[in-house]
């Protein structure tokens, strides 16, 4: 994945493409390194809070593009897009994330947006 990186100030751009990464490889230990030890993770398709190690990707095929990354301080944020292949058939959707990381450039938070709509309808 090329960095599309605006200002990189150390590690919170770092983090986030990397999350990207590894999310799009499958990778699951590779993802739970990543994270701090008690790390909050929200994404918009949990009903609830997970905590970092538990980010399991659990689609078939993935790719994951970046489209920027701004970073000041301990935070990154990022705008990209989704393609995968799923039991249910595709998704296409473009995405922005944010991250926080700890002073040894772990992710302490991690925030994922996106319209949810299109893949799981409200009733």
């Keep these: 994945m090329a960095s599309p990186t605006a200002e990189i100030d150390g590690s919170a751009a770092a983090a986030l493409e ?3 990464a590894q999310f799009a490889a499958r990778r699951a230990e590779a993802l739970a390194d990543l994270f701090a030890e008690h790390a909050l993770v929200e994404i918009p ?25 701004v ?3 301990s935070t990154a944020m990022g705008e990209g897009q989704l393609v995968a292949q799923t039991s249910n058939g595709g998704l ?4 922005a ?11 302490v938070r991690l925030s994922e947006y ?8 409200l009733d």
């Design 92 to 95: 296409d959707f473009d995405f």
């Design 97 to 107: 994330i944010v991250v926080q990381v700890d002073d040894d450039g772990r992710i």
């Design 18 to 20: 990397a999350y990207c």
């Design 71 to 73: 970073a000041a301080g």
């Design 114 to 121: 996106f319209d949810t709509d299109p893949i799981k309808p």
């Design 45 to 69: 398709l949990l009903d609830h809070h997970v905590r970092g190690a538990e980010v399991v990707p659990t689609l078939d095929a993935c790719e994951v593009t970046l489209k920027s990354v």
